[in-house]
């Protein structure tokens, strides 16, 4: 079967971008395909070669990043790292998948109610598997003295949902990338969990040294500047 003819050469990658768009600016009810495909300026033809309606892409946009997300966490728990590595491992890639994608997860995350009902379940248990997997890398660090006494699905909800958050107030053109903003996340999340005496025991990276130098600089700069 030819693809139908269009201005640009359109991939799917592209729709889901404009209809995300769309989704954000007009609603899911609000957005039609046709305008889709005029925000693409595109054929309906051409559009529906890829998806036959806003289900259909909704629904990829919901395994992109909600299943996803869960085969990712999956991965790493299977590599059976210390808790603290997989961690740090967890949240980085999460965040980082959220960072990428903002406008997508806020689609998913308000409009998933419209999806069939049978897709609606397995973004459902996806979600339940990331929340497990995160909640057992937790208790792991806990049975180990790594972690503080905590509720271990609590701090997952709290870790999934700093990610999740960064979807509202991230921008690309900031200051920080999407790997630095995971990066920092990532860190601040271990360290949120640890054992005092853990982090005590663990030599600072060189890197981090750095920045803890480059803070104290700062911070010594502002109190001069205020006494002057």
């Excluded at 966490?73 to 603290?84: G, I, R, Y």
């Excluded at 990331?130 to 208790?139: A, G, N, R």
């Excluded at 107030?169 to 200051?175: H, L, P, T, V, Y």
Aim: charged residues 25%.
């Amino acid at each position: 079967m030819a693809r139908p003819s269009s201005k640009i050469n359109v991939v799917p990658q592209a729709i889901l971008e404009a209809a995300s768009n769309l989704f954000i600016k007009r609603g899911y009810e609000g957005t039609s395909m046709q305008d889709i495909a005029h925000e693409l300026e595109i054929s309906r033809s051409a559009l529906y070669y890829y998806f036959k309606n806003k289900e259909e892409i909704l629904a990829s946009l919901t395994e992109g990043l909600t299943i996803v997300a869960e085969r990712l966490a999956t991965q790493v728990v299977e590599k059976s790292k210390e808790p603290d590595d997989a961690l740090l491992e967890l949240v980085r890639q999460h965040a980082k998948l959220i960072l990428l994608h903002p406008v997508q997860f806020r689609v998913v995350d308000q409009a998933e109610g419209s999806l069939p009902e049978s897709q609606r379940k397995i973004a459902e248990s996806a979600r339940r598997l990331l929340l497990q997997k995160f909640t057992d890398v937790i208790q792991r660090g806990i049975d180990a003295g790594h972690f503080r006494l905590v509720n271990a699905r609590v701090a997952a909800f709290a870790l999934i949902g700093m990610c999740n958050w960064t979807a509202w107030w991230f921008k690309a053109d900031g200051a920080k990338t999407a790997e630095e903003i995971a990066d920092i996340l990532a860190d601040f999340g271990l360290h949120a969990l640890q054992r005092p005496e853990v982090k005590q025991a663990q030599p600072a990276s060189v890197q981090e040294s750095v920045r803890m130098l480059e803070e104290n600089l700062a911070q010594l700069k502002a109190i001069i500047g205020a006494g002057q």
